[in-house]
């Protein structure tokens, strides 16, 4: 079982790839039956190719990630963070607070985003 440094350092990985836009990257941090959940109450994306296709909505789009307080136990994280996206010339930022969940080899099994539209603002 990975360790809850291990699995803090997967999130750590995985909002660098969200922040460059990388979707194929983003989705290999996840097992291959993994879903997401983002936002909690939308669409289950299940499995890493359709997992792919859901980050496939940032691809090669400017942006950055802070997170302001991470918890990791055991094997689940959960986070605060902030997504910042620049679409030249408009822009947008989330307050995310997200939850993973990892399996033996330090992929991601689920991931859950809860946030709404109060917590977008854009710019």
């Known amino acids: 079982m990975p360790s809850p440094e291990q699995n803090a350092a997967t999130v750590h990985r995985y909002l660098e790839l969200v922040a460059k836009g990388a979707p194929d990257e983003v989705a290999a941090l996840y097992a291959s039956d993994a879903t997401v959940e983002d936002p ?17 909505n940032i691809e090669n789009v400017k942006g950055s990630t802070e997170i302001y307080t991470l918890r990791a136990l055991g094997h689940e994280v959960a986070f605060f963070w ?10 947008m930022s989330i307050d995310i607070i997200s939850t993973m969940s990892f399996d033996e080899d330090a992929q991601i099994t689920s991931m859950k985003a809860y946030w709404g539209p109060e917590n977008v603002t854009t710019t």
Do not use: C, N, P
């Open 40 to 56: 909690v109450g939308g669409e289950v994306h299940i499995g890493r190719q359709a997992i792919r296709g859901f980050y496939a």
């Open 82 to 91: 902030k997504l910042s996206l620049d679409f030249g010339g408009s822009g």
